[in-house]
């Protein structure tokens, strides 16, 4: 089946730790997304890419890296200069955008900092 | 102000009611627009695409008015499942664009 499959599901991190979250699409997909999405709030746009190799920081790229070294694969990681980054992580991917064209979301992970 | 604007709520309504969200977009740019619903602690899942005719899916009608800059969702007879969060979501960009989302509006529907 195709999809969009983030990793893990939990994820605790002490203070001053880097993270990474994953997000793997076998869509064929150009386009990728990180949002992060507080209690109570949307989603805000972290980085996103639209090709191999290249990718855009969103509204609140502020602590944080992503690599697209191959068209399925955009990791994020969440760096210790993150001050607060307990949130829910969601990945996205969409085609070529165009008329119509919609974006399919990971079940995201939960990010705790203990 | 941000680049997609919508109404928080909550919205309470009984089943059976008819109830409309509104969700206002600032860049003319902005090509196509969604509907996403979001259940409590799951992801975001498309719920319909709107096209600048309106369009329509069941009880579920979307509209588009370009000249104003804003997208509507209109639930009528209301069922208890449509409880959820309902979010905008436009795209900015005709090739590989930029997708924006708002902040959702809350929607309950009691018995």
């Known amino acids: 089946d195709g999809g969009i499959t983030q990793s893990p599901k939990y994820l605790f991190r002490k203070e001053g730790q880097n993270v990474t979250l994953s997000c793997e699409q076998n869509l064929n997909h150009d386009a990728m997304y990180w949002y992060r999405q507080d209690p109570g709030q949307g989603l805000r746009l972290i980085y996103y890419s639209q090709i191999v190799n290249d990718f855009q920081k969103g509204d609140i790229a502020e602590g944080y890296s992503v690599s697209r070294e191959k068209k399925e694969s955009f990791p994020l990681t969440v760096t210790s200069a993150q001050k607060n980054p307990t949130a829910f992580y969601l990945c996205a991917s969409s085609p070529r955008p165009g008329a119509g064209t919609e974006a399919f979301f990971g079940q995201g992970t939960r990010l705790t900092v203990v | ?111």
């Open chain 2, 1 to 111: 102000r941000k680049e997609v604007e919508q109404d928080p709520g909550p919205f309470n309504v009984p089943e059976g009611a008819t109830v409309a969200f509104n969700c206002t977009y600032s860049n003319s740019a902005s090509q196509s627009f969604f509907w996403y619903r979001q259940d409590c602690r799951k992801e975001p899942k498309l719920l319909m695409s709107v096209y600048s005719s309106g369009n329509e899916d069941g009880r579920f009608t979307a509209q588009l008015n370009r000249a104003s800059q804003y997208i509507s969702l209109l639930i009528r007879d209301s069922k208890l499942s449509d409880s959820a969060t309902y979010l905008c979501v436009v795209l900015r960009g005709t090739s590989y664009g930029k997708l924006t989302f708002g902040q959702g509006t809350i929607l309950t529907v009691h018995p």
